[in-house]
């Protein structure tokens, strides 16, 4: 047989292999998120989640001395609140002392390289789970911008190196570049989660910081997952408004979008393996369906090769590991 062209050339062995490869993750490609709880020296495993944790404040510190030693330099913090701290302002969201706040600046004075992230939505201080402030059924948007104006503001009080809204309200992003401008907040960074769509993969989540919406869905701030052009029509608007880095999320099946993002913008690209996609490896690999080690690197590595600039992941740890 006779071939201009063998493809199977580049693929035969590891060297040339390693020499072609158009994709390399790096530990500097991850972001860590990490759930923070009230308390002293509690460890809770997350079930729909295992081997994922949400700590109290103390153990989360140690948890991120060990990863910046580990080469990890950002993470993106959640906090559970306090059932009897919940309402329909949110108005915990912005209490200088709530948890998010004493975590930020914990964290900032322990490993004060470390960048650190932090999710602004209403949904862990809400009485109904929702993103936003709700009155008769609905998710009220103006409103809801408001309040996480203020919430925005009072995490870089504490400290933040970047607020990442990701409740998908409208003009919230310009709301809250204005809001820290003219609080003096000209170096707090905005990355946000410009394509989220409503999907069934937040689940594990939701356990994570008991903050399953209370009635209805989320689908009249979320995007439907059928939509493409969507997603790049909201995106523009968040550079526009002054996003430093947008997000994609889900990751997985949304590789196409990731893609269609990173074509569109000229901003750095995130996206976010989320929950869901964390626990169904899990659970796979649990039942020896599949090798974890190996869909790890292959899941992360295919996130980025679709267009994402950096990761939010469960993975990171682990990754970093099987990278070393
Ligand atoms: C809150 C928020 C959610 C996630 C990040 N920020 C859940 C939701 O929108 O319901 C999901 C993260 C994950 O599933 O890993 N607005």
Not at 131 to 151: C, H, P, R, S
Not at 251 to 277: Q, T
Request: overall charge negative.
């Amino acid at each position: 047989m006779y071939l201009q062209r063998r493809n199977r050339i580049l693929r035969k062995n590891h060297a040339i292999r390693d020499l072609v490869r158009e994709t390399i993750l790096t530990p500097d490609d991850f972001i860590v998120p990490l759930f923070i709880d009230e308390g002293q020296n509690i460890k809770t495993e997350i079930p729909s989640m295992p081997g994922y944790y949400r700590n109290s404040l103390d153990v989360t510190v140690e948890e991120v001395k060990l990863l910046w030693n580990m080469g990890l330099k950002s993470v993106l913090l959640f906090i559970k609140c306090s059932d009897h701290l919940k309402d329909n302002t949110g108005k915990e969201a912005w209490n200088p002392d709530g948890l998010m706040q004493r975590s930020i600046k914990a964290i900032k004075d322990a490993v004060p390289e470390m960048y650190v992230m932090t999710d602004i939505a209403l949904d862990p201080y809400s009485s109904y789970g929702h993103d936003g402030i709700v009155k008769n059924g609905q998710i009220i948007n103006d409103e809801t911008v408001e309040a996480l104006v203020q919430m925005s503001i009072s995490h870089a009080a504490a400290g933040a190196d970047m607020v990442a809204p990701s409740d998908m309200m409208d003009g919230r992003i310009g709301a809250i570049r204005k809001g820290l401008e003219e609080t003096g907040y000209t170096q707090t960074g905005i990355m946000s989660y410009s394509a989220k769509y409503a999907s069934c993969f937040y689940g594990p989540f939701r356990d994570a910081l008991d903050s399953a919406p209370g009635f209805g869905d989320k689908k009249t701030y979320q995007m439907d997952y059928a939509n493409r052009l969507e997603a790049v029509r909201e995106t523009i608007m968040d550079v526009q408004e002054g996003a430093d880095i947008v997000m994609v999320k889900p990751a997985l099946s949304y590789l196409d979008i990731i893609r269609e993002v990173k074509n569109a913008v000229d901003v750095p690209v995130s996206a976010y393996n989320i929950s869901g996609e964390y626990a169904m490896i899990k659970a796979a690999a649990k039942n020896g369906w599949i090798n974890e080690d190996k869909a790890i690197l292959e899941v992360l590595t295919s996130i980025k090769r679709a267009g994402a600039d950096m990761i939010a992941t469960y993975f990171a740890k682990d990754a970093v590991k099987l990278l070393g």
